[in-house]
């Protein structure tokens, strides 16, 4: 099927998101949930969670090497039918109660099903939307694919909850792995690689030293794309962490830790805090003149945010603070890509975004099993407080990121496609 319009390119794009998205967030609303009732502990089940967050750090870089040498297609088809594998995989660990290693094995599993992922759809539509003559803006684009993802995101976390309560916690990872396989089906037809050639043959070893060399080349030594780099693991390490615990946190707050149709419904207000993020990205980043001071006032703004949940013990007042929180995540997360986005050359730019989602989740390797262990400890409130502190620790390095004055940094006007 020939394609050489952006409007297509970006309804390809978007769909698949939305199956991603629907496929994942079938368990979102349960999975901490699901990994205590198989007899781990706060700290294991985050320490099975941290071995997750540690495949996708080891995959990155090699799987990144599969988008730029054999394809952003052929890289996402792998991703689909390794993420249905090692989802049935963590169903089975929970069916005979597997031991930890086992968890730990299988977490590693789902972590390189993700990087097939990262970098691999985003630079797919980048070059493509470049290759079919997109004249608009980035960030719109993404802003839509968080309202897509958070609309799926909102389906399949309640009907995931729902599901859960009135079958088992097992039922919603089934219907994970067959939306994959639907998914797969749907690239295998739609997807094609535009504006970019992938690049066959060669020796993989070597190939992996030669994009790893480019990565750090396009992307820690160039200081504007370095300082931005570094921040992540503060964020996504923290984030990692703060939606899974939301799941037994304000279960603990609501008063019925059984109740997985609220876990499901607490998962769906962080859908709509996406959806509601994506619309209000536009609105954000035309407050700044500059993607870096949004990305300050918004990560300082998160941060206190947490430490305010970590104060409260209503449920129904952490609900309206987590809404904030995430509406804010999710509309900076556009602001960050498109900044990134304009500074990465296109032949490296699957390779560098994995880089960049390798450095980012490295955070939740340390992050989610210190702060699962002082949930353990002394309580989830307390855990929550860390992980304020702990983010804020990104502002440093948004505010060297600035004092670059690079290209994609200022906010051009919003264009009509």
Known sequence: MAIKKPQSIQAIYLYLVLGN????????????????????T????????????????????????????????????????????????YLWMWQIKGPFWGWAASSVFLGLGFTFFSGALEAWLVDALHATGFKGNL????????????GAMLTGSVAGGVIAQYTNLGIPYILRALVLVINFATAYFLMKDLGFTPKKGGDPVREVKFVLSKSIEFGLRKPAVRWIMLAGPFTTGVSFYIFYALQPFLLQLYGDEKAY?????????????????????????????????????GILFTGIILFGVSMVSSFWVALVLIFLWGLMFAALSPIRQAYLNGLIPSQQRATVLSFDALIGSSGGIVTQPILGKAADVWSYSTSYAMASVIQLFA???????????????????EKKT
């Open 395 to 413: 502002l440093p390095f948004i505010y060297l990121a600035r004092k670059q004055n690079p290209i994609s940094d200022p906010i051009e006007p």
């Open 139 to 150: 960030d719109s684009v993404f802003a839509k694919a968080q309202m897509v993802g958070g």
């Open 42 to 89: 706060n700290f294991e089940a985050f320490l099975a969670n941290a071995f997750f967050t540690a495949g996708m750090v080891l995959f990155e870089i090699p799987t990144g090497v599969v988008a730029d040498t054999m394809g952003r297609r052929f890289s996402y088809l792998l991703g689909t039918i390794t993420l249905a594998l090692s989802t049935l995989l």
């Open 261 to 297: 149709m609220v876990a499901g419904l607490v998962a769906a207000l962080a859908a709509s805090a996406q959806i509601a993020g994506g619309f209000f990205a536009p609105k954000i980043r035309n407050l700044f003149k500059k993607r870096t001071s949004a990305l300050f006032i």
């Open 21 to 40: 998205t629907l496929a994942a967030s079938f368990i979102w609303g349960i999975n901490t949930i699901f990994l205590l009732d198989a007899g781990l």
